[in-house]
């Protein structure tokens, strides 16, 4: 069993349903069966509480609202083994809890913890003042008895618990391959010395060529493009420094996960990096305006608003990047079918947290992503972007 907060912590805390204050000890030594019974059902209502954190009793503490509760101590101490059979012997089966007694401000304090476990509880026999089969239930600061549904309820949720844990994978993709590459991305980038903009010609007709390399002064099917030379820098500045990022998701659990959120969470460093998503990419420099080119068939743009996005948010001192899926069928793995960019102005590493939510999964699954980032600098005058353009095209269209 795990141990408890600090009791300080417990003292600034409201009764609920996952803590109870007792100005007094139990009767219990020589108490009789109806004065036993109260801890016998306040023991039964926190057992059966719904909750999501382990549960506590404090003797010997007065409740101050909006403040710190009053250690008062006491006087009488419990025997722990000696209530885990006066307990356990009384229910249909047994509860998970303790007894023990601790000291703040000089005090003996009594502290029953009751961590979570499956439920319902009730009496096999009538005890004291609590009826057999009655499932007690703890209502914010009062116990009461469970309708049928909430123990309808409590049995779903027992079998729940008993199910597999589910398995999930997240880690970086090649989307052309359709592989994995694993959780630890390295990148190698480069930052180009560019020249202001400002400082760059305009792009003059006589000196154009085509995507072939062919002169086009005397070809004027559409009308030049007289930042042509300054676009063709800022492309390249940004393509040079920045590296494709897309995710994949493994179920290697035997049932169907659906409606998958995955969310990233990167900590930002002193301008080293920063990401942007896909289509704010520069588009490719062309010389001339081409209307046709910038456009892309009905078919396509339909198939592509109806995918799934990632999301990226600027939150201040960090990145959020939402990752959407929309099932995983057991032992698949599945693609994101969309990157996003990650550009560098310096080397960096970091680690990004990343937790993975799903409609069928009872917890958010929580795994890391590790990026690790070299940088080099090179010149980037128009001359040498010039020079990287050309030896792109001609390897594009020979190939």
């Given amino acids: 069993m795990k141990d408890h907060p600090p009791l300080e912590e417990l003292l600034y805390e409201e009764e609920g349903t996952t803590l109870d204050f007792k100005r007094e000890q139990y009767v219990f030594v020589s108490g009789n069966d109806y004065q036993k019974s109260e801890l016998l059902k306040d023991i039964l209502a926190f057992a059966n509480a719904w909750r999501r954190s382990d549960a506590y009793i404090l003797i010997g503490v007065e409740e101050v609202k909006g403040g710190r509760s009053k250690p008062l101590g006491i006087e009488i101490?419990?025997?722990?083994?000696?209530?885990?059979?006066?307990?356990?012997?009384?229910?249909?089966?047994?509860?998970?809890?303790?007894?023990?007694?601790l000291l703040i401000d000089g005090l003996k304090i009594g502290v029953f913890t009751i961590p979570l476990q499956s439920r319902p509880y009730y009496l096999e026999k009538d005890y004291g003042k609590l009826k057999r089969h009655v499932v007690y239930i703890r209502r914010g600061s009062s116990t009461d008895e469970a309708?049928?549904?909430?123990?309808?309820?409590?049995?779903?949720?027992?079998?729940?618990?008993?199910?597999?844990?589910?398995?999930?994978?997240?880690?970086?993709?090649?989307?052309?391959?359709?592989?994995?590459?694993?959780?630890?991305m390295p990148i190698e980038a480069i930052v180009l010395d560019i020249p202001p903009l400002k400082s760059i010609p305009d792009y003059r007709e006589e000196e154009s060529y085509g995507s072939f390399g062919m002169q086009l002064s005397s070809i004027n099917l559409n009308h030049a493009r007289t930042d042509y030379y300054r676009d063709l820098v800022k492309y390249y500045y940004v393509l040079k420094k920045s590296e494709k990022l897309s995710f994949c998701l493994v179920n290697n659990s035997t049932f169907t996960v659906s409606d998958i959120r995955v969310e990233i969470i990167v900590k930002k460093q002193v301008n080293n990096f920063t990401f942007f998503e896909e289509d704010v990419f520069p588009e490719f420099p062309r010389s001339h305006y081409d209307v046709l080119a910038n456009m892309r068939p009905i078919s396509e743009q339909l198939a592509r608003s109806s995918r799934p996005s990632i999301e990226i948010q600027d939150l201040g001192d960090k990145f959020r990047i939402e990752v959407p899926f929309e099932k995983a069928q057991p032992r698949q793995t599945v693609?994101?079918?969309?990157?996003?960019?990650?550009?560098?102005?310096?080397?960096?590493?970091?680690?990004?947290?990343?937790?993975?939510?799903?409609?069928n999964i009872p917890f958010p699954l929580e795994t890391s992503l590790k990026v690790q980032s070299v940088v080099t600098h090179e010149p980037g005058s128009l001359e040498a972007i010039e020079s990287m353009h050309k030896e792109f095209l001609l390897t594009k269209y020979s190939s």
């Fill in 77 to 101: 101490e419990l025997d722990d083994a000696q209530l885990q059979q006066f307990v356990n012997g009384k229910t249909q089966k047994p509860i998970d809890f303790n007894y023990r007694t």
């Fill in 335 to 359: 693609f994101s079918d969309e990157w996003i960019f990650i550009a560098s102005n310096d080397s960096y590493e970091f680690t990004a947290n990343v937790t993975i939510y799903a409609d």
């Fill in 147 to 184: 309708s049928p549904d909430e123990i309808h309820n409590m049995g779903k949720a027992e079998v729940q618990d008993t199910q597999e844990s589910p398995k999930i994978e997240f880690a970086f993709a090649n989307l052309r391959e359709r592989t994995s590459l694993g959780a630890s």
